[in-house]
């Protein structure tokens, strides 16, 4: 609901923490099961699973899919290197970056998340109906677009 001149912040039912603390409610359950089964934390995983969508991209490039900051993006892809989940290739259109890309081992292991991973997005929305999950992922996008906005006056 929008704020009303004069009215008071209850945390509660501000919709910026709301949003916040939804987000990491649902990072932190299934990071446990990314983590014990695959050996991954949620930002190695997010890599993954862009390279796997995307092809090779830079680390730069993974800063803005990802939305995580840039030593982020660098010490999820450093483990996913010495795991030889990743392989770093010269950048043609710029000498001074790399491509990140995800190798045989890569791939496979994607392979074998993406199941748990749909699996776990099926019993969060499990009863909701599927009209109101379209509606929830419209409006999920223009808040984001909306928060972006703002980021870049």
Not at 91 to 111: F, V
Request: proline content about 6%; charged content about 25%.
């Amino acid at each position: 609901m929008p704020s009303k001149p004069g009215r008071p912040l209850r945390l509660q039912d501000y919709l910026p923490y709301r949003l916040s603390v939804a987000s990491n409610a649902v990072s932190r359950a299934i990071a446990r099961a990314y983590e014990r089964q695959f050996g991954l934390k949620i930002p190695q995983w997010r890599l993954l699973a862009v390279l796997a969508d995307e092809g090779a991209l830079t680390p730069q490039m993974l800063c803005g899919r990802t939305v995580m900051d840039k030593v982020t993006v660098m010490r999820a892809a450093r483990g996913l290197l010495q795991r030889r989940l990743l392989t770093r290739l010269p950048n043609a259109e710029d000498k001074r970056s790399h491509l990140l890309m995800l190798t045989a081992a890569g791939q496979r292991l994607y392979q074998q998340i993406v199941p748990l991973a749909l699996e776990y997005e099926a019993q969060l929305l499990a009863g909701i109906e599927p009209r109101d999950i379209v509606r929830f992922e419209r409006m999920l996008r223009q808040i984001e677009q909306a928060a972006c906005a703002r980021i870049r006056r």
